[in-house]
């Protein structure tokens, strides 16, 4: 069975920081994409970060620059997003997916975001308080 089990979130204040993690099983993840993916109350879902299966290059969107951290431990099948400097816009539900694309972008038009996604996982709930 195909699984992604997302957990770390929580509630936290303004500027405070979280460990995202995406446990992956039942597929072979060396050969997928992992994106991480939020969507807000009322909002469109939004790509968030992607870490490419070909050779780990991380992409991020402008929102989560600088702030955000991508990164993924093979062995443990496990993705992890490192969320720092946390705004009251990052509250969301914050779900990881795979796609089996090696890479996470080609162009403005091929890129995570707007993939179809393979695997979704049921989302982990962050929010940030003032």
């Known amino acids: 069975e195909v699984q992604l089990v997302e957990s770390g979130g929580g509630l936290v204040q303004t500027g405070g920081s979280l460990r995202l993690s995406c446990v992956a099983s039942?597929?072979?993840?060396?050969?997928?994409?992992i994106a991480w993916f939020r969507q807000a109350p009322g909002k469109e879902r939004e790509g968030v970060s992607c870490i490419s299966s070909s050779d780990g290059t991380t992409y991020y969107a402008d929102s989560v620059k600088g702030r955000f951290t991508i990164s993924s431990n093979n062995a443990k099948k496990t993705v992890y997003l490192q969320v720092n400097s946390l705004k009251a816009e990052d509250t969301a539900v914050y779900y990881c997916?795979?796609?089996?694309?090696?890479?996470?972008?080609?162009?403005?038009?091929?890129?995570?975001?707007?993939?179809?996604?393979?695997?979704w996982g049921r989302g982990t709930l962050v929010t940030v308080s003032s």
């Open positions: 997916a795979a796609v089996r694309i090696s890479s996470c972008y080609y162009s403005d038009h091929s890129a995570y975001q707007n993939y179809k996604m393979d695997y």
């Open positions: 039942g597929f072979s993840f060396d050969d997928y994409s």
